[in-house]
């Protein structure tokens, strides 16, 4: 027979509690939150020694306290496991979000609501960073937590039915590791030319003396040279940035 009445209905209390919190969880964030389910597991686990121990004739009211006790601190854990569960899946969802839309172009084209969501996003992103201590939260606060996460969710349904012809979309900007492999190219390429300049500022110095005496000959012959030069270099660029570059990797030296 129990001995502690009130210590048994808070512990239904807190269990039924943390089992509506993991519910909720589940639903908001699409995902189950293990964390609060292993607290419920732990707790279980002191419920099983209790019965265990009253099957056997052993169990005094020390051991039921016990118990029960842990028990419902085990489901008062899991209550508060579930709440930040939920606050970071949907901060963490927002975060793709903006990280998938942001680097892609004309994302309006096959996403019309985009720019009124971002922003609704943004607000709702603001608030969920906003609430202190799960351990701390208001029965108010949890109520709007739990309108906050209900929005988020549905909106992350709506999301993820375009997400993949978002992610065809075009990158609105390359990535670091492509931005550092176009850079290489290009100091690469800056360094041939310039060593090839040397080169035919070396030649034309050479054969200097050995053009006509007049200075306007000479200067109409190192004009051509610098042109041919000019539409030599741009000639292996083109073909060099089209032959060894990607596309992503063109666009990063733009």
Not at 82 to 110: G, P
Not at 129 to 157: C, N, P, T, Y
């Amino acid at each position: 027979m129990i001995s502690a009445p009130n210590l048994l209905a808070r512990l239904v209390e807190e269990y039924e509690l943390a089992e509506n919190h993991i519910k909720r969880c589940e639903r908001h964030t699409l995902s189950l939150p293990t964390a609060a389910v292993n607290q419920l597991r732990y707790a279980g686990s002191h419920l099983l020694k209790l019965i265990k121990a009253s099957v056997g004739g052993k169990s005094d009211d020390a051991v039921q306290r016990e118990c029960m006790e842990k028990a419902a601190n085990h489901c008062k854990r899991a209550s508060f496991d579930a709440l930040e569960t939920q606050i970071y899946f949907q901060l963490e969802f927002i975060s793709d979000f903006q990280n998938l839309c942001r680097d892609r172009r004309r994302v309006e084209t096959v996403y019309p609501d985009y720019g009124a969501d971002f922003k609704e996003l943004v607000a709702l992103q603001e608030r969920l960073q906003a609430f202190g201590m799960v351990q701390q939260l208001a029965d108010e606060d949890r109520a709007e937590l739990d309108r906050i996460s209900g929005r988020v969710a549905q909106m992350k349904r709506k999301i993820l039915r375009i997400k993949v012809e978002v992610e065809q979309l075009e990158k609105a900007r390359p990535d670091m590791e492509t931005i550092i492999a176009a850079r290489q190219f290009l100091v690469s390429f800056a360094a041939t030319v310039l060593g090839t300049l040397v080169g035919v500022a070396g030649v034309v110095v050479a054969v200097f003396d050995r053009l006509p005496d007049s200075w306007w000959s000479k200067a109409a012959i190192l004009g051509g040279i610098l042109v041919v030069l000019v539409i030599v270099w741009v000639i292996i660029y083109r073909f060099s940035a089209s032959k060894l570059l990607t596309e992503d990797q063109r666009r990063a030296l733009l």
